[in-house]
């Protein structure tokens, strides 16, 4: 006899990992026996448990936001629809904010979809490749004409989105910081900008212009058409503060003037 | 260099600080690689950092060697790359599978020792030595259930993989301790017959009682200090076989440095005039 019950290795360990997610009375008849055992609970729990741990130490700010009890609830929810596909935890719950932006029971934290994009952020961003930084200083001098036709390369470490219904950046700051907000806080939309300068991840709030001045150079856009997105955002952005601020903030990590326009 | 180790630590970031500056003699640290397969950043910043005054373990938990699949190409492809920036004094995995069809399950899964799990998993170390251009120890499993299907007792099935990969052994002596209570084998039975020869490195933990069947089932938990049983077997088998690096393995509940540090000089303790005896 093999496999516990003549089976293949690979049928026991298809209906193993089947198993470890099933009803108990919904065993293969190749692992029923080892199912009905009380021990079997062990890995059942043991792989539940770290998956719903992996997702509470990955998703900070939600978890303190919703409160560790409703965390585990929905990370339950979401590891029975979804297994880590890489060994490496940190990288697990790519797909939780489109998750949670359909839990019915999130349905009143319209914000909370996007806190868990921050929380995700600030682990891509904390991993990404090492790169060095554009200081600004590197562009004083420069020809305006040269510039305009460059493109600002985005740092590996830098993550941006723009938030249009809520403030979430606020939300994801006071609650990643374990700070009580202080005071009202604005309803409006908000941009938040995280990157890695000198080895930590840090952040700060950004506005619309500089969201979509970002998206321009992450698409290969030169500084020209990055300004003309900007100003589409907002036609009183100011466009020479706005890469002035980000330069600060460590978003870029080179500029790339082409051929023709360097000579 | 592994003369020179005696009792090592799991590196947990929460002692990140006092790991580093920690002048203990014989002292190293085991991590998972999973937890260091990134890109860049600040935490491979920290492992190079104690890897500069330390000696350093790789032991995987996710090569899933039992697994009827090769293990995947771009992990190994990854771990060599950090086999080369860390040059771990130690790498070792489990007799275990995790990943299967593409999921990964963060446990160590059992398997029925067939003749067919042998030479699939013969080929996966195989494979693994080959890309990470080094022998590594295989690690005895805890057991909870009771398994049909056996062709191959545990310690003829790891000598038979130490004879024909040329691997080496990690013989977790909590697991031994753990698997004879809830299996009802002779645990010092064990320990006395395992091949000495072949153990590369030796880990000690603690284990806790399940909270429905209590002593019957026993936990390989990792969340306690090393029991002391799990202490009297450990010494009988420095004595039979020699001095070992040995872990200290602790990854709940962590107590402060200070008192994982105090556990760890009792194996050093242990080990010291074994390392005398054996010069």
């Known amino acids: 006899m093999r496999g516990g019950a003549g089976t293949s290795l690979a049928s026991f360990e298809d209906a193993f990992a089947h198993a470890l997610f099933a009803a108990p009375g919904a065993a293969d008849p190749a692992v029923a026996d080892l199912v009905a055992q009380p021990a079997f609970a062990v890995y059942r729990n043991t792989v539940t448990k770290s998956c719903i741990d992996a997702l509470q130490a990955n998703f900070p700010a939600v978890t303190r936001l919703v409160g560790e009890e409703w965390f585990r609830a929905a990370a339950s929810a979401y590891v029975a629809r979804e297994r880590p596909t890489t060994p490496s935890l940190q990288a697990y719950g790519a797909t939780f904010a489109a998750f949670l932006a359909d839990f019915a029971p999130a349905a009143e934290l319209p914000y909370l979809a996007d806190v868990a994009r921050l929380d995700?952020?600030?682990?891509?961003?904390?991993?990404?490749?090492?790169?060095p930084l554009l200081d600004a200083t590197s562009l004083v001098g420069a020809d305006p004409g040269v510039l305009a036709g460059a493109i600002l390369v985005p740092h590996p470490a830098a993550r941006w989105a723009w938030f249009s219904d809520s403030p979430a950046y606020s939300i994801w700051r006071d609650n990643r910081a374990r700070e009580t907000a202080g005071g009202e806080l604005a309803w409006r939309g908000e941009g938040a900008l995280l990157t890695r300068p000198g080895d930590v991840v840090e952040w700060t709030g950004i506005d619309h212009a500089a969201c979509r001045f970002l998206d321009a150079c992450a698409a290969g856009r030169s500084v020209e058409l990055a300004v003309d997105a900007a100003l589409d955002a907002d036609a009183d952005a100011d466009p020479a503060r706005t890469i002035a601020t980000l330069l600060d903030a460590g978003a870029y990590s080179r500029l790339v003037v082409p051929i023709d326009q360097s000579a | 260099m592994i003369s020179t180790l005696t009792a090592g630590l799991g590196l947990k970031?929460?002692?990140?600080?006092?790991?580093l500056a920690c002048p203990a003699a014989g002292l190293w640290f085991e991590v998972h690689p999973e937890n260091y397969l990134v890109d860049g950043g600040p935490r491979l910043r920290w492992l190079d950092a104690i890897?500069?005054?330390?000696?350093?373990?790789?032991?995987?938990?996710?090569?899933?060697?039992?697994?009827?699949?090769?293990?995947?190409?771009?992990?190994?492809r990854r771990l060599r790359r950090m086999v080369d920036r860390i040059e771990p004094v130690l790498v070792s995995e489990h007799?275990?599978?995790?990943?299967?069809?593409?999921a990964y399950h963060p446990d160590l899964l059992p398997f029925p020792r067939t003749n067919e799990a042998l030479a699939r998993i013969v080929d996966n170390i195989d494979a693994a030595q080959t890309a990470l251009g080094r022998n590594i120890a295989i690690e005895n499993p805890s057991h909870y259930l009771r398994l049909e299907g056996h062709d191959w007792d545990e310690m003829p099935f790891l000598d038979e993989l130490v004879?024909?990969?040329?691997?080496?052994?990690?013989?977790?002596?909590?697991?031994?301790?753990?698997?004879?209570?809830?299996?009802?084998?002779?645990?010092?039975?064990?320990?006395?017959?395992?091949?000495g020869a072949a153990v590369m490195e030796i880990h000690l933990a603690g284990h806790s009682r399940d909270p429905a069947l209590g002593d019957a089932l026993l936990v390989d938990s990792h969340d306690a200090s090393v029991s002391e049983p799990v202490w009297a077997l450990y010494e009988r088998l420095v004595a039979r076989i020699g001095p070992r690096p040995t872990l200290i393995e602790r990854d709940d509940r962590l107590p402060p440095f200070g008192e994982l540090l105090a556990e760890r000089e009792r194996a050093h303790q242990a080990l010291v005039p074994a390392m005398a005896k054996a010069a």
Do not use: K, M
């Open chain 2, 95 to 102: 007799l275990a599978w995790s990943t299967w069809r593409g």
């Open chain 2, 13 to 19: 970031p929460q002692h990140y600080d006092e790991a």
């Open chain 1, 120 to 131: 995700r952020f600030w682990i891509e961003s904390h991993g990404a490749l090492d790169a």
């Open chain 2, 163 to 195: 004879r024909r990969t040329g691997c080496g052994l990690l013989l977790d002596v909590n697991n031994v301790h753990v698997s004879a209570n809830n299996l009802g084998f002779e645990a010092a039975a064990y320990i006395e017959a395992f091949p």
């Open chain 2, 51 to 76: 890897r500069e005054r330390h000696p350093i373990s790789l032991h995987g938990v996710a090569l899933s060697l039992a697994a009827d699949a090769a293990p995947e190409r771009e992990h190994l």
